[in-house]
């Protein structure tokens, strides 16, 4: 389980079949 957080509300996820996903905070709603 590879869980890197970056930048600002940036979550990167590694999965084990080598697939990078990046899922952008802003986007899910985290507005402050």
């Keep these: 389980k590879d869980f890197i957080v970056a930048g600002k509300g940036v979550q990167t996820s590694v999965s084990p079949q080598g697939r ?4 952008w905070a802003n986007i899910k709603g985290a507005s402050k």
């Design 20 to 23: 990078i996903t990046t899922t």
